[in-house]
């Protein structure tokens, strides 16, 4: 069974900086962060593989950085600089062969 359990959202002023923690049961070879904002729908924030390749919306690049612990088999997000539009609940996502499990989101709210 695969779980993912995200922490570290919360309400933040533009400008600041915030880490979301992923949790994952097991070791997870493709693991990322997605988005999701009021009416909008869920959109690919970042994306580590097991060899450490990343990905990055163009949107959070310069000011995101994604990254893993093997050891805690836990995947986090360093958001700097944040702006209200990154205000979202963020998702945490695993790739298992073609199943894709998520996490419960975490709200991070970006206040101007």
């Known amino acids: 069974q695969v779980l993912l359990v995200e922490s570290g959202g919360g309400l933040v002023q533009a400008g600041e900086s915030l880490t979301l923690s992923c949790a994952a049961s097991m070791f997870l070879g493709a693991m990322g962060w997605y988005r999701q904002a009021p009416g909008k729908q869920r959109e690919l924030v970042a994306t580590?593989?097991?060899?450490?390749?990343?990905n990055y919306a163009d949107s959070v690049k310069g000011r995101f950085t994604i990254s893993r612990d093997y050891a805690k088999n836990t995947v986090y997000l360093q958001m700097n600089s944040v702006k209200p539009e990154d205000t979202a609940v963020y998702y945490c996502n695993a790739k298992v062969m073609t199943t894709n499990y998520w996490g419960q989101g975490t709200q991070v709210t970006v206040s101007s």
């Open positions: 580590i593989v097991s060899g450490g390749s990343t």
